[in-house]
């Protein structure tokens, strides 16, 4: 299908379509973000990540749309956890509930509930 778009319509409006076609990958990737942090995050984060939940105030949990973590930071707190400066998990790892597909996911949804 795309060679018969490709023949039909001129280069930048390919090029339109192939930049279409990957914002339509990002939405179904924040989408699945989304269900995963319903499903994982809430409790302490809450459902805007502005952590006012009883959990987040007990364990002091940050506000996520004050975070200004690169990319990197955010994917390895959510495969790792989280650890107090005494060692005690704060967030629990992710490695082995989710795959990097959907920490992906989910650090792509993180990200777009910053300010």
Known sequence: MASVVAQRLPPLLCLAAVVAGGNEASAQTAGSGAALFEQYCIPCHGPDGRARTPVARKLGVKDLTESRLPDAEIIHQITEGRKDTHGKDRMPAFKDKLKPAEIEAV??????LRK
């Not at 650090?107 to 777009?112: E, L, Y």
């Open 107 to 112: 650090a792509a949804f993180v990200k777009a």
